[in-house]
């Protein structure tokens, strides 16, 4: 089966052809970073006008590489939610139109249901069953994933998540839009131990995160100091050392709670370097297998939506002629 993925949740258009025998087969993805850094910050209509202007011209892209004429494909899969209502709603309608059309099914996608598989698209994929951390500018939560559709929320952040609070770290120390990548950079030139931040919850029990407090540490850090350049990347190596210990005290404490061998990160912030290389040296002494998958495939993008949508609709799963989306969806276990 041949399914064509269409992601629009929020700044970035991505478009995929999936096939369930060979794989991926093209994929295309289109960043409105440029777009949104002036204001610094993502504005809802102007990135909804934005995929409107793109998204026609991906699917055709990506119907080139792969060299698929319409009639291959046998269904369109769509990100539904959560998101941007009017990015949601262009990728939603785009997607059922054209299943209309061509008279093939159609299936709406949980946009963190597809971070959590987006390793499945790897040479080498995880296998059922694993706990997956999934660390974006949206959400920080470890889940537990016994099979496809069946998922356990194990803890989650109580106020930023992670990716918000590198963001809003970053935009502190005078770093451009999307600050998380920047401020990664900016660390690799910072002296360790020249401040500790505190790894907020480690000493509580439980698997839940909290990363405002830490935003807020870094603030007076920051209000205390003069910020010379030496400064800010010691002030942002600080902060990216606690986060990053944070993150693996708590997936180690996770799988020890469910007793499982495998450990799949998800979500942009798992493009971190520092968050790579720490997790793969603190789970290899539990012997734990790590996966990840590759960076284009971190932040959002067609690929996954497709992959999801093609084993949803193997499953016998498929939307009817009526459109939703979701802003806000809460995956629950699904059988």
């Given amino acids: 089966m041949i399914v064509l993925g269409i992601e629009t949740s929020c700044d970035e258009t991505g478009v995929a052809l999936y096939d369930s025998e060979r794989g991926l087969l093209a994929h295309t993805l289109h960043s409105q970073i440029d777009l949104h850094a002036v204001y610094g910050g993502v504005v809802p209509e102007l990135a909804s006008r934005d995929h409107v202007r793109k998204i026609l011209p ?4 990506v119907l080139k590489q792969a060299e698929i004429k319409t009639e291959d494909i046998q269904g369109v899969a769509y990100t539904a939610g959560p998101g941007l209502v009017g990015a949601l709603l262009v990728g939603a309608m785009v997607g059922r139109s054209l299943a209309y059309a061509w008279n093939i099914k159609a299936i709406p996608v949980h946009h963190l249901e597809a971070h959590l598989l987006a390793s499945m698209l790897e040479p080498l994929p995880p296998s059922f069953p694993f706990v997956t951390l999934l660390v974006s500018g949206g959400h ?4 537990k994933v016994k099979e496809y559709g069946h998922y356990e929320l194990l803890g989650e952040t109580v106020d930023d998540a992670v990716g918000e609070a590198f963001d809003k770290t970053a935009k502190l120390l005078g770093l451009g839009y999307p600050g998380g990548a920047a401020l990664a950079k900016l660390a690799e030139k910072g002296v360790k131990n020249r401040f500790h931040f505190p790894r907020p919850m480690i000493d509580r029990p439980g698997l839940e995160f909290s990363f405002s407090g830490l935003k807020t540490f870094a603030a007076n850090t920051i209000n205390q100091h003069h910020l010379d350049d030496q400064t800010r990347a010691d002030i942002a190596c600080a902060f ?9 005290v708590k997936c180690r404490r996770a799988l020890r709670l469910v007793g499982w061998k495998t450990l799949v990160v998800a979500g ?3 493009a971190n370097q520092q968050l790579r290389s720490e997790l793969q040296s603190a789970m290899a002494k539990e012997d734990v297998k790590v996966f990840f998958p590759r960076q284009e495939f971190c932040t959002d993008n067609g690929a996954m939506i497709a992959y999801v949508g093609c084993q ?6 498929q939307a009817g002629l009526g459109v939703n989306v979701y802003p806000r969806w809460e995956y629950q276990e699904k059988t």
């Fill in 312 to 317: 949803r609709l193997l499953r016998g799963e």
């Fill in 58 to 61: 991906l699917i055709d892209e």
């Fill in 268 to 270: 942009g912030v798992g």
């Fill in 240 to 248: 990216q050392d606690a986060v990053v210990e944070t993150l693996v």
């Fill in 140 to 143: 920080t939560q470890l889940i």
